[in-house]
């Protein structure tokens, strides 16, 4: 849809070949614009575009008329490559969709088959997965702030605070699966591994030392005067827009609409710690950020929680290594760090392969908010309410 | 043999080239492991001992480095811009006493010269953002170009407030007028004013608009590389060095200073001076280009204007 946009552009440009033409910038893109302006392509290689986005910028001067996400650079055909392999054998291709997220994944694929198989999960591997998700919540939402500084041309300073600790929550998940990025652990009725002995007192100690760098990140952040002018205000988006655009996770929390699937499906056990729904107040790319410190918070009180209860037992319920569900269609949706990751999963019951895997996911669709969000504002803002969308390319091209 | 001005000014020329070229690679490298530090990681450690070497291994690197000039450049602009900025950046220095007798040109009017020459700095910035034919140097160079235009103004409003109680233009009679108290106590607004636009006129965060990383990929510099790219970069460097020995000059009291000889004094403010730059660097976001002429047009030129009426009813009344 977004690239038949710019061609539509091409066209136009193409079907007007007398008016003014740009002596800069390439000579892909001819004349067809207004006298005064020039296109700008930000990306797909660009210091601030999160991966591998590239932004076809309509500019006057330095500010924006209107810009055109362009993706597709990061495509690997996963939807198609998962269609041609075991269902055991997409869980580490899930690994590769939102790379800072990989336990999200997945969760969203395996409780989809399990849904298809109807298999009952061990309570010990319900807090198991919890504990996981919430840390790479905290994971993830951290990696988002330091990129965020790093838009908002921070000098790298607040990201390599917010890695330091996120490396503390790598070193947990590779004590617990072997891996810092591509887990691979959840698997159809629990987890691959029980926790490692020492696990509980490591993570406690991690969410000890998290707790003041979060109150000290929003020391370094939400009190500078300057992060304030560029965030306030900035990229607003108010709840109608939100909930008609289909904007989910942070993005839409931070236009103050409280909802998280955590709590309306109440998949695992959300339902039984004792948490609350973060929202935002004004919808501008200050919100957002103000998300993502906040559920930091509140992931934090969830893995408490869990370990303080986390029941003894097995780990993994009994399900064969080579599955073939029965026919049936599964739509399933958990909320990642970015929103509502869903996959709608196909068996067609003969094969041990998906019929049909397509995943719905929260960072394309909050992408496609930025030509609403980008009207009429200047280039440094078009960064800043980028990045505070908060895409992650290896979901949004798969 | 020294009172001769051409012998004086070329074994000054030559002297000072070589000390800001020492002291640039110095300053390099302590912004490099100071932000480094800042930042919770060890900065540069390789070359040599602590990385001391690491800039005379970057040297080497963006000497040997290919020397691309775009297709469709204007090559002999493009090819300009770097040197004429190098050239620029030292030329204030002749104006600049680092002791009362250690001074190239002991100008009555220094304040003055200095900043005229270093208002030229804009003409090789606008070049190298034009003549690439980039759009990213294009908006850079636009960028940069608004920014010292606009920020020169508050500058030379709060100089005259120095000027005022100094009664010269000469940059040494300035000093000695700092003898018994030095200027940023009385002269408060116009030194908190003159700080801001120094920092504006060096193009380094929170005002590198003109670099952007995050916005225009490397500004007014995206196209040139190898030793081009490095001329800028120290032009940038260059130009630093002077807002901090401005800022020590007109209101730290330049050279004065107990036991130590007095141009060991003036570097060891500047030094000082070139730290906070480089905290603040690492500290605060960028503002965007219309807060940064807002703060200019808006904020600082009225505190100058002010400082320089609060100046001058001060001077009246105590004679």
């Not at chain 2, 908190?192 to 990383?213: K, N």
Request: net charge neutral.
């Amino acid at each position: 849809m977004i690239q038949e946009d710019s061609d539509r552009k091409l066209a136009l440009a193409r079907a007007r070949p007398n008016c003014f033409a740009p002596t800069f910038g390439s000579a892909i893109f001819p004349c067809g614009i207004a006298e005064g302006r020039m296109i700008l392509n930000i990306g797909p290689q660009h210091p601030s575009t999160h991966g591998v986005l590239r932004l076809q910028v309509e500019l006057e001067g330095e500010r924006v008329i209107s810009v055109t996400p362009i993706i597709g650079y990061l495509h690997r055909g996963f939807e198609k490559i998962a269609e041609n392999r075991n269902y055991i054998q997409v869980i580490p291709l899930t690994d590769r969709l939102d790379y800072l997220s990989s336990m999200a994944n997945n969760m969203v694929y395996v409780k989809a088959v399990e849904e298809l198989l109807g298999v009952q999960i061990p309570e010990r591997a319900e807090y198991i997965r919890v504990i996981m998700l919430e840390l790479q919540r905290i994971a993830s939402h951290l990696a988002a702030v330091g990129f965020y500084g790093n838009d908002l041309g921070l000098a790298f300073t607040a990201m390599m605070y917010t890695f330091r600790e996120r490396e503390l929550i790598l070193d947990l998940f590779e004590s617990v699966c072997g891996a810092r990025l591509t887990y691979n652990y959840l698997r159809f009725g629990g987890v691959r591994e029980d926790l490692p002995g020492n696990f509980k007192e490591k993570a406690r100690e991690v969410l000890a030392r998290l707790k003041p760098k979060i109150d000290e990140y929003e020391r370094f952040l939400s009190e500078d005067e300057i992060f304030l002018m560029r965030t306030k205000d900035i990229g607003v988006l108010n709840p109608e827009d939100a909930i008609n655009m289909g904007a989910t996770g942070p993005v839409l929390r931070g236009s103050g609409v409280k909802t998280d699937t955590r709590i309306t499906d109440s998949y695992t056990i959300y339902d039984k710690f004792d948490w609350e729904i973060v929202t935002g107040k004004d919808g501008d790319c200050f919100s957002r950020y103000a998300v993502w410190i906040n559920e930091m918070r509140q992931s934090i009180k969830i893995v408490e929680q869990a370990l303080d209860t986390l029941p003894e037992g097995p780990y993994l319920a009994k399900v064969p290594k080579l599955l073939k569900p029965p026919a049936g269609e599964v739509y399933s949706r958990i909320e990642s760090p970015r929103g509502e990751l869903c996959m709608h999963l196909i068996s067609d019951g003969a094969a041990t392969n998906p019929y049909r895997l397509k995943i719905r996911s929260p960072a394309f669709c909050n992408l496609s908010l930025l030509p609403h969000l980008a009207k009429n504002v200047l280039i440094a803002d078009l960064i800043a309410i980028t990045g505070s969308l908060d895409p992650v390319f290896g979901e949004i091209d798969r | 043999m020294m009172e001769n001005p051409l012998v004086k000014g070329i074994v000054g020329a030559a002297v000072l080239a070589a000390l800001i070229s020492a002291a640039l690679l110095f300053l390099i490298w302590l912004e490099r492991k100071f932000i480094g530090r800042l930042q919770h990681r060890y900065g540069p450690n390789r070359a040599g001992k602590f990385g001391i070497l690491q800039m005379v291994v970057d040297g080497i690197k963006l000497l040997t480095k290919e020397d691309i000039i775009p297709e469709k450049a204007d090559r002999a602009v493009f090819t300009a811009a770097p040197i004429l900025a190098f050239a620029i950046a030292f030329l204030p220095f002749a104006a600049i006493p680092f002791s009362e007798s250690l001074v190239v040109s002991n100008i009555n009017i220094g304040i003055l010269y200095i900043l005229a020459v270093s208002s030229l700095a804009v003409v090789p910035t606008i070049m190298a953002g034009w003549s690439p034919n980039n759009k990213y140097n294009l908006l850079g160079g636009m960028r940069a170009a608004a920014m010292m235009i606009s920020y020169e103004v508050p500058a030379a409003l709060a100089i005259i407030g120095v000027v005022m109680l100094a009664g010269s233009l000469n940059m040494v009679e300035i000093v000695k007028a700092q003898e018994k108290i030095w200027f940023f106590i009385p002269q408060i607004i116009g030194f908190s004013v003159f700080v801001v636009a120094a920092f504006v006129e060096t193009a380094r965060l929170p005002f590198d608009l003109s670099e952007a990383e995050s916005e225009l990929v490397q500004g007014w510099t995206t196209e040139y590389s190898g030793m081009k790219f490095a001329m800028l970069l120290f032009a940038e460097y260059i130009h630093s060095i002077l807002a901090s020995l401005l800022i020590v000059i007109l209101f730290l009291g330049g050279w004065h200073g107990p036991v130590l000889p007095p141009a060991v004094w003036l570097l060891l403010k500047t030094f000082a001076v070139m730290l906070l730059l480089m905290w603040v660097r690492a500290t605060v976001p960028r503002v965007r280009i219309n807060q940064l002429l807002n703060i200019g047009w808006k904020i600082l030129i009225p505190a100058a204007l002010l400082n320089i009426a609060l100046t001058g009813y001060a001077r009246l009344l105590l004679g």
